[in-house]
């Protein structure tokens, strides 16, 4: 890892016009972020995270401020930031191998063989384990394989940023579980950069460098930024008692519940009351309804 | 029953397997519908008296369908009897005279039942495949530019439900005075046919593809966008794909309405085809003659029924997304 700035986000503005006026969805938003880093983007829902992630891929654009991407301006969408998606975004016509067979065509249609792309479509495939299936559908195969395919996508694309939008927000915990060791996997091998958002206090934790926690929008901004500093390979199991690994789990949490508590938790919404009460372990607060879903999934998994 | 066959009777409802339940749901139930209609249609024809007699029940329908048939062999009969004739003529004559000229003539006659079952249907393809030509590609350009949708839009809600009636006697001029040639490679009857049809049953193909290419998810956008992928093969790779199943759904819409304006269109037009036939069958006004119409009718209503599964059997072809139920 290079101490170097790969990544710079400065004063990042952002102005969405409706009808009544533009919406300030992003201030100042100040990030720099280092070659091969693992940085996690955190924060209630609809406090910008997404915005981030978009305005970095190049499919928003900041209304001040800007990203430089090694000394360069980012201002449209690139293969070198390639983007998993949330829910996978995979074409339904095509199989896995012909997903992964678009961008690899699109990339490397300069540089490499018909032979040399083969084997690098299959490679890609290897590393997210899809091997198995690599010639089925997406409607042929099940969620957290979707999001391998997804996944092994970007990958393909050799990316010098990959960013993963929750990734596994969408799947059950288990399947999310075996997704994660996945990615620490590869990401141990390639050491890319990675940013990636997520509403999962123990994903951002166990995955991340540092660990970049938003305030609540409108005029959202980073508000704490921590630095993980964990030894790799981490392992969930040895994690779990870890003090350090609970304390940096804490601050986190304190931040989200205590710093940045929404005013219409405060008030106490019932059924939001009643998610609650099913898991009393503050880590399993669940921050939104899409993961309310995958958590719910993952109880009848379990 | 053999595979063959099940796949074959597989785009009219019939399930996968055969067993007492399903045979009786697919085969007994609408058997019972036919025969319900059938005799409805018995009682009801035999109180209807009108200047050229009865109209016309099921068994004379039956009759007349034979007799269509018969008339038709006889016509071919007579066309190979006229070609032997004149061959067996120009051989004598040259056997005379080696040097003699002999004249070789087209058969003049008169157009049959089942020609014209053959005339139409040419025609209708013709005008649906002009048609979907120009829709297809017109309607991806328009539904992936707003400003060109808002543009176009009022223009095709205007033309959209014009009938074929409307449009025919332009039609007719305008070709009469654009298509003119010592050889003319199509009749001009045919053109004019081929234009109204195409005109008629342009917009639900273009409507369709429109809506079909605007309404792509955003992501796949993104992901081709993140590509860079370029104007054309994102059009190939992501917009034709995502919107296949609402383009067919808009080229059955109009395939069934080009069978329905060529049918009027004929008929007015007096251009040839099944609209002719019902039309000089009428002004023949014989006792025959409603029983022959009512041939035609149900004959164009086969025709409209087998060219629908024939474009459910297409779409089920490329439609990539096996689990949405055609219908």
């Known amino acids: 890892m290079s101490t170097k700035t790969h990544l710079e986000l400065t004063g990042v503005d952002i102005d969405f016009p409706t009808p009544s006026g533009p919406f300030k969805a992003l201030s100042n938003v100040n990030l720099k972020i280092k070659r091969g880093e693992f940085v996690s983007l955190i924060g209630h829902s609809g406090c910008g995270k997404s915005t981030v992630l978009n305005i970095v891929a190049g499919l928003y654009q900041a209304t001040k401020g800007g990203v430089l991407l090694d000394g360069k301006e980012v201002n449209e969408p690139g293969p070198e930031r390639a983007v998993v998606f949330q829910n996978h975004s995979l074409l339904p016509w095509l199989s896995a191998y012909e997903n992964v067979e678009l961008a690899v065509k699109q990339v490397f249609k300069n540089s490499k063989t018909k032979a040399e792309m083969k084997e690098w479509i299959e490679h890609n495939l290897h590393l997210v384990h899809m091997d198995h299936a690599m010639h089925k559908r997406p409607d042929e195969i099940s969620g957290g394989m979707k999001q391998r395919v997804g996944i092994a996508r970007a990958l393909a694309m050799e990316p010098t940023v990959m960013l993963m939008d929750e990734p596994f927000g969408a799947l059950d915990a288990l399947t999310r579980a075996h997704l994660q060791d996945s990615l620490m996997e590869i990401q141990a091998d390639l050491n890319n950069t990675v940013i990636m958002i997520t509403h999962d206090v123990d994903e951002a934790v166990l995955l991340s460098d540092r660990i970049v926690m938003m305030t609540n929008g409108p005029a959202a901004t980073v508000g704490e930024i921590l630095d993980v500093k964990l030894e790799r390979p981490r392992h969930r199991l040895e994690l779990a008692d870890d003090p350090e690994y609970n304390h940096y789990r804490a601050a986190v949490l304190s931040f989200l519940y205590e710093k940045q508590r929404k005013p219409d938790e405060a008030a106490g919404q019932p059924e939001k009351n009643e998610k609650k009460a099913k898991s009393n372990n503050p880590a399993q607060k669940v921050l939104n309804t899409k993961q309310q879903d995958a958590e719910q999934r993952g109880e009848e998994a379990a | ?78 066309e190979a009897d006229f070609y032997q004739r004149q061959d067996d003529r120009n051989a004598k004559k040259l056997a005379k005279n080696p040097d003699a000229e002999i004249k070789i003539r087209s058969y003049t006659g008169k157009a049959t039942f089942i020609d014209q079952i053959g005339t139409s249907l040419v025609t209708v393809l013709a005008g649906f495949f002009a048609a979907s030509l120009i829709a297809i590609p017109a309607g991806i350009v328009i539904g992936l530019n707003k400003t060109l949708y808002s543009a176009f839009n009022p223009v095709i809600q205007l033309f959209k439900p014009v009938s074929p009636l409307a449009w025919l ?159």
């Not at chain 2, 005109?199 to 605007?214: E, K, R």
């Not at chain 2, 992928?229 to 819409?253: D, E, Y």
């Open chain 2, 1 to 78: 029953m053999s595979s063959m066959a099940l796949k074959l009777l597989k785009p009219l409802g019939f399930p996968d397997k055969l067993n007492l339940a399903s045979l009786i749901k697919a085969l007994v139930v609408p058997m019972s519908g036919i025969l319900i209609f059938l005799f409805i249609w018995n009682i009801g024809a035999r109180n209807i008296h009108t200047s050229l007699g009865e109209f016309p029940g099921p068994a004379q329908v039956y009759e007349q369908s034979k007799n269509l048939l018969n008339e038709h062999n006889r016509e071919r009969q007579k």
């Open chain 2, 169 to 327: 006697p332009l039609v007719t001029m305008v070709v009469s005075a654009v298509y003119v040639s010592d050889d003319p490679m199509f009749a001009k009857s045919f053109v004019t046919s081929l234009i109204t049809v195409s005109l008629c049953c342009l917009w639900p193909t273009l409507l369709n593809t429109a809506v079909g290419v605007s309404t792509i998810s955003s992501d796949l956008n993104n992901v081709s966008k993140v590509l860079r992928l370029s104007w054309l093969t994102h059009v190939i790779k992501i917009v034709i794909p995502s919107a296949i199943p609402m383009i067919f759904t808009g080229l059955r819409l109009s395939l069934g309405i080009a069978w329905m304006v060529l049918i009027a269109a004929e008929m007015l037009a007096q251009n040839p085809g099944l609209g002719k036939f019902v039309w000089d069958e009428f002004q023949n006004g014989s006792s025959n003659s409603l029983g022959r119409i009512m041939v035609a009718v149900i004959v164009i209503g086969l025709i409209g029924f087998m060219l629908d599964r024939i474009m459910l059997m297409l779409q089920k072809k490329v439609s990539w997304d096996k689990s949405q139920e055609l219908r």
